[in-house]
């Protein structure tokens, strides 16, 4: 092989060979997945709630490992000192915890992907019920769902940051499939006070 090649062999192979990126455990139920995209520059850190409760699992919880838990995660991203928050949620497991970037155009492919929605309703739940909230989330790729930021291509008007004021004092999140899908629960609940204490600490995470 020429040495003008050598280099880019070198990183392709680190590409293809390098491990997927492994959660680590930042409390009860929960894990956390922190680093920079080297192609948009944004620092994002993955705060991921796992769902144990023996009434909403299809296997025992001493078997259920977290790859095989459904999952709320709260995504705090920082870029240029502009913040943001996105909302993801699994009605069942998977091994992928990875950052997903954002879509980048090429001259082969300049527009994003148009992903299905998917309608989910929420609820917020602690000493009173708030009323059920039906909003709009971006089934991706992967099976994930991530709540449609407000925006041109959202019919959502509110973003997350509106409900975590509900969270905090509502902090168990009832959310549910308006069109149930075969071979997923029908209702998960997050009791998020915990995730929620782990995003007061974290810089990234405020305003």
């Given amino acids: 092989m020429p040495k ?9 192979f680190a590409a293809i060979s390098a491990p997927a990126q492994q959660p680590e455990p930042a409390g009860e139920n929960i894990l956390r997945v922190e680093g920079t995209d080297p192609g948009s520059g944004i620092h994002y850190l ?3 709630l796992l769902v144990k409760d023996p009434s909403q699992l299809s296997v025992p919880p001493e078997k259920a490992t977290p790859e095989m838990l459904p999952r709320f995660t709260m995504e705090c991203r920082e870029r240029q000192g502009k913040r943001s928050l996105y ?6 497991g998977s091994p992928d915890f990875a950052f997903l970037p954002p879509f980048k155009p090429t001259s082969t492919n300049p527009f994003p992907p148009q992903n299905p929605n998917v309608e989910v309703n929420m609820r917020f739940e602690g000493y009173i019920k708030s ?11 992967s ?3 991530r709540y449609r930021n407000s925006g041109m291509n959202s019919s959502n008007l509110d973003d997350p940051r ?3 004021a509900w969270l905090t004092s509502l902090p168990n999140l009832h959310v549910s499939l308006v069109k149930p899908m075969t071979n997923r ?7 998020t006070k915990p995730l ?3 995003m007061k600490q974290e810089a990234i995470c405020q305003p």
Avoid at 4 to 12: E, G, H, I, K, T
Avoid at 185 to 191: A, Q
């Fill in 131 to 141: 009323k059920w909230f039906k909003r709009n989330w971006e089934q991706l790729p």
């Fill in 4 to 12: 003008a090649l050598l280099p880019l062999a070198l990183v392709l």
């Fill in 196 to 198: 929620l204490d782990l």
């Fill in 46 to 48: 993955r705060l991921i």
């Fill in 185 to 191: 629960p029908r209702e998960l609940v997050f009791p």
């Fill in 143 to 145: 099976g994930e769902l």
């Fill in 87 to 92: 909302w993801f949620l699994r009605f069942d």
């Fill in 162 to 164: 509106y409900f975590l």
